[in-house]
């Protein structure tokens, strides 16, 4: 069975970092791109960044560019996101996704900026 | 302000047929494909639809995809109480180099 599991979510200060992960089984990570995606509280989905399978290509949403880092390690069929200087407005679940059409997400993980 | 326009609600009654709008630009919907995705209450959402109008396995035939121009459809036939959900449109936009989704549409079987 595909699937994704996210962590590395929790309660951090503005201004704080944190690293989000997404382990990927029952399928090989290294054949997909792959995304993470957000939702603030009572609100819709935001696309944060894309990771081609090689690592070649890499896109983020301007509302993160220059704060976020996306990286994946095949060997370990895991995803990343290392988020530095985070706002407020950064709270949300964030969801990794598979492929460019986002086929397939993981349950979320909730990141919460709060002083 | 989502790249992509959609209603925020939309209702009808069970075994109704209901359709949910997509509105971009030259830059999104008219020249990528679209997808759709379903979000129930509390869980993540769903991939629906794909490449305009393809359905993932293990998706019913209920639900159907089209696109025209800058617009695409989605189409929930023989609506149950269980479709109650969110539905986000997405595509790829050239002009941002960014996954673009449509602001949501809340779905309410009467």
């Known amino acids: 069975e595909v699937q994704l599991v996210e962590s590395g979510g929790g309660l951090v200060q503005p201004g704080g970092s944190l690293r989000l992960s997404c382990a990927a089984s029952?399928?090989?990570?290294?054949?997909?791109?792959m995304n993470w995606v957000r939702q603030a509280p009572g609100k819709g989905l935001e696309w944060v960044s894309y990771i081609s399978s090689g690592s070649s290509t890499i896109y983020y949403a301007d509302s993160v560019k220059g704060r976020f880092t996306i990286s994946r390690d095949n060997a370990k069929n895991s995803l990343y996101l290392q988020m530095n200087s985070l706002r407020a407005e950064d709270t949300a679940v964030y969801y990794c996704?598979?492929?460019?059409?986002?086929?397939?997400w993981g349950q979320g993980t909730l990141v919460t900026v709060s002083s | 302000q989502s790249v992509l326009t959609q209603p925020p609600s939309v209702s009808a009654a069970p075994g109704q047929k209901v359709t949910i709008s997509c509105s971009g630009s030259?830059?999104?919907?008219?020249?990528?494909?679209v997808s759709w995705y379903q979000q129930l209450p509390g869980t993540a959402p769903k991939l629906l639809i794909y490449d305009n109008n393809k359905r993932p396995s293990g998706i019913p035939d209920r639900f159907s995809g089209s696109k025209s121009g800058t617009s695409a459809t989605l189409g929930i036939t023989g609506l149950q109480t269980g479709d109650e959900a969110d539905y986000y449109c997405g595509t790829w936009d050239s002009s941002l180099s960014a996954w673009v989704f449509g602001g949501g549409t809340k779905l309410t079987v009467l």
């Open positions: 996704a598979r492929d460019l059409e986002l086929r397939t």
């Open positions: 029952g399928f090989t990570l290294s054949s997909y791109s």
């Open positions: 030259s830059s999104n919907i008219a020249n990528n494909y």
